[in-house]
């Protein structure tokens, strides 16, 4: 019994320190997992105090909006109409990118544009040439007809005087020698028409800040008296693109005019227009193919750009400022052998850029030359052995000097059957 009392009171006392143990670990975690929380909390607190003072701020700023707004243009703190209008049948539509700019040109029209446009950087070569159209001849008849316009076809002068009239084609002063492109050259549609005698009729314009608008009758455009042009062009080597082309810099009408008392035309350059500003009103009008095919029709910028027109080269750029006719004389034979070799070395030109690859011959052609060769080869053999055995004399008639005739071929056979015999007996006599 003495022992079981020991034994019971020591259990009970294993069992108090345990509890008491694990009172001990329990508030140590505790402990720990609120040293934790505490910061984590405080930052909580912190944030939707923030929120709740950002709340606060929106509040106080923004304006009461009612149900119904009082008028229609009624926007928002920021210039946004906070309930906007949607159209029906647009809303889930998208927009295409559009390809066309505000002046009517697409985008590849506009870069080919702005490439007309470069300046000569990256040309190593150039040339330029002035050329005089002359309309009468049938390359160049398609910017001279018709005369009046008809079936929605004119001719390139009207399309000129029309835009010049209107003040939307910039002209500038022909000046000899030189070209000037600037304000203070630049000349108005009533100095013109009045130097050249053309009828018009102004009219104030609608918009103060535009110019008078001067409107030509088109009974009273001397298109039919514009004969020929001049055509300044450049002739270049594009390292950027790699090629050889030419372009056209600037064009001038030309007015021909007879006198009272002379039959010859007496020609009044007019204007020089630089090309890229006229090159606009030049898509819109087209001309007639002078081919076989008359139903082709193409735009007079496309009969530029193509180079269908033929001119002669009246002069090139030099640092004298001379014409062929001073360079060479008044001599017109000498004048076009200088026009036909200046304008044949610029088509030239191009041959010693360019490295071509040889051509082969084809078999046929290969084995006729050989025919050829070989025929001539004993055509010579066969003249080389008539003339050992034969000559000819200034007569012409053969002579017979080399020539063995059938009575000395027998005497010889003769002789030699002789010999023979004789030296038979001979060898049966020893």
């Given at each position: 019994m003495k022992y079981m009392r020991i034994f019971v009171m020591v259990l009970l006392a294993m069992l108090l320190a345990g509890e008491v143990d694990a009172q001990v670990s329990v508030r140590r975690s505790s402990r720990s997992t609120s040293e934790k929380n505490v910061p984590a909390r405080g930052k909580d607190k912190n944030k939707d105090k923030g929120k709740e003072s950002n709340k606060k701020e929106k509040d106080s700023n923004a304006k009461p909006t009612s149900a119904k707004p009082a008028s229609g243009n009624n926007k928002g703190a920021n210039g946004a109409n906070p309930n906007p209008v949607v159209k029906k049948g647009n809303a889930n539509k998208k927009q295409p990118q559009s390809t066309v700019l505000t002046d009517g040109k697409t985008l590849r029209q506009q870069a080919f544009d702005e490439y007309q446009k470069d300046e000569a950087v990256e040309t190593p070569w150039q040339h330029i040439v002035y050329r005089e159209l002359d309309l009468t001849k049938d390359a160049n008849a398609s910017l001279y007809f018709p005369i009046e316009p008809m079936n929605g076809l004119t001719n390139l002068f009207r399309v000129i005087i029309d835009a010049f009239s209107k003040g939307e084609l910039p002209a500038y002063e022909y000046l000899d020698g030189r070209e000037v492109f600037t304000e203070a050259f630049r000349v108005?549609?009533?100095?013109?028409?009045?130097?050249?005698?053309?009828?018009?009729?102004?009219?104030?314009?609608?918009?103060?800040?535009?110019?008078?608008?001067?409107?030509?009758?088109?009974?009273?455009?001397?298109?039919?008296?514009?004969l020929s042009y001049f055509v300044k062009e450049r002739w270049e080597f594009d390292q950027k693109h790699s090629k050889y082309q030419r372009r056209i810099l600037c064009l001038c009408p030309v007015l021909h005019s007879t006198g009272d008392f002379s039959a010859d035309a007496v020609k009044y350059p007019m204007f020089w227009l630089n090309y890229e500003d006229l090159r606009p009103y030049l898509r819109d009008h087209l001309v007639v193919n002078q081919g076989m095919n008359t139903a082709a029709r193409f735009t007079m910028e496309e009969f530029?750009?193509?180079?269908?027109?033929?001119?002669?080269?009246?002069?090139?750029?030099?640092?004298?400022?001379?014409?062929?006719?001073?360079?060479?004389?008044?001599?017109?034979?000498?004048?076009?052998?200088?026009?036909?070799?200046?304008?044949?070395?610029?088509?030239?030109?191009?041959?010693?850029?360019?490295?071509?690859?040889?051509?082969?011959?084809?078999?046929?052609?290969?084995?006729?030359?050989?025919?050829?060769?070989?025929?001539?080869?004993?055509?010579?053999?066969?003249?080389?052995?008539?003339?050992?055995?034969?000559?000819?004399?200034?007569?012409?008639?053969?002579?017979?000097?080399?020539?063995?005739?059938?009575?000395?071929?027998?005497?010889?056979?003769?002789?030699?059957?002789?010999?023979?015999?004789a030296t038979t007996h001979k060898s049966v006599r020893r």
């Open positions: 108005k549609p009533k100095d013109i028409f009045d130097k050249f005698d053309i009828y018009y009729t102004a009219k104030p314009a609608e918009n103060r800040s535009k110019d008078t608008l001067y409107i030509v009758d088109e009974s009273n455009v001397p298109s039919a008296s514009v530029f750009s193509l180079g269908q027109y033929e001119g002669d080269i009246y002069k090139e750029q030099n640092l004298r400022g001379l014409s062929l006719k001073q360079q060479v004389g008044d001599n017109p034979d000498s004048l076009k052998m200088a026009q036909q070799k200046l304008d044949n070395d610029l088509r030239a030109f191009e041959d010693s850029i360019w490295i071509k690859d040889p051509v082969p011959t084809a078999a046929p052609e290969r084995k006729a030359a050989h025919r050829k060769l070989t025929r001539s080869l004993e055509g010579k053999a066969n003249t080389e052995v008539k003339n050992d055995s034969t000559s000819v004399t200034r007569d012409g008639v053969e002579s017979k000097k080399n020539r063995r005739t059938k009575e000395s071929v027998d005497m010889e056979a003769v002789e030699e059957e002789k010999n023979r015999k």
